[in-house]
T-cell receptor, first 114, second 117 residues
Framework: DQQVKQNSPSLSVQEGRISILNCDYTNSMFDYFLWYKKYPAEGPTFLISISSIKDKNEDGRFTVFLNKSAKHLSLHIVPSQPGDSAVYFCAASGQEGGSYIPTFGRGTSLIVHP | ETGVTQTPRHLVMGMTNKKSLKCEQHLGHNAMYWYKQSAKKPLELMFVYNFKEQTENNSVPSRFSPECPNSSHLFLHLHTLQPEDSALYLC????????????????FGEGSRLTVL
């Protein structure tokens, strides 16, 4: 059973507009939520994270929102740029034996059109 | 070399072959991971090594055999694989414990694309 779900396999947005990527999770024990970005022929790279004790974290054009009661988080990119076109993975982690190992969703492919 | 490097980048093998994937991290981290990425599936955790000791084995078939000779190197030995094992195999590292990275932040290599014929 998937603990981290990204129900939209793809998203298409015009340059300059806002991109909103969504993620749902089922395990209420997760402490941290992360977004990774992956370009073709490259490994995923960490983008931004949020602790379960917060509801918002912002880093430049990227903002992650967390709604714990709904077990939902979203990544907002504004303004979107063509270079943001990539696959975005949502991940969540909880402490297991002293370390945090993320569980990933399937990814959402974002295409930003010039 | 910086970051996490994986070799080979592409591998084609028959079902009776034996091959190995190699991963090396140059970040001074103390934990290393193997993930599998299949089309339209989540990244699946296969193995975790903390301080060279295997701490996770997510019900991975024995035809996949990991080896971690030191904290900088990780291997995945492949033997009698099936066509459904064709996937992108990603290695990652992180620093766990005191002074570690953001919880759950992993540093990935570029992956080894495996095709089993």
């Amino acid at each position: 059973d998937q603990q981290v779900k990204q129900n939209s396999p793809s998203l298409s947005v015009q340059e300059g507009r806002i991109s909103i990527l969504n993620c749902d999770y089922t395990n209420s024990m997760f402490d941290y939520f992360l977004w990774y970005k992956k370009y073709p022929a490259e490994g995923p790279t960490f983008l931004i994270s949020i602790s379960s004790i917060k509801d918002k974290n912002e880093d430049g054009r990227f903002t992650v929102f967390l709604n714990k009661s709904a077990k939902h988080l979203s990544l907002h990119i504004v303004p979107s740029q063509p270079g943001d076109s990539a696959v975005y993975f949502c991940a969540a982690s909880g402490q297991e034996g002293g370390s945090y190992i993320p569980t990933f969703g399937r990814g959402t492919s974002l295409i930003v059109h010039p | 070399e910086t970051g996490v490097t994986q070799t080979p980048r592409h591998l084609v093998m028959g079902m009776t072959n034996k091959k190995s994937l190699k991963c090396e991290q140059h970040l001074g981290h103390n934990a290393m991971y193997w993930y599998k990425q299949s089309a339209k599936k989540p990244l699946e955790l296969m193995f975790v090594y903390n301080f060279k000791e295997q701490t996770e084995n997510n019900s991975v078939p024995s035809r996949f055999s990991p080896e971690c000779p030191n904290s900088s190197h990780l291997f995945l030995h492949l033997h009698t694989l099936q066509p459904e094992d064709s996937a992108l195999y990603l290695c990652a590292s992180s620093q766990v414990g005191v002074g570690g990275n953001i919880a759950g932040e992993l540093f990935f290599g570029e992956g080894s694309r495996l095709t089993v014929l």
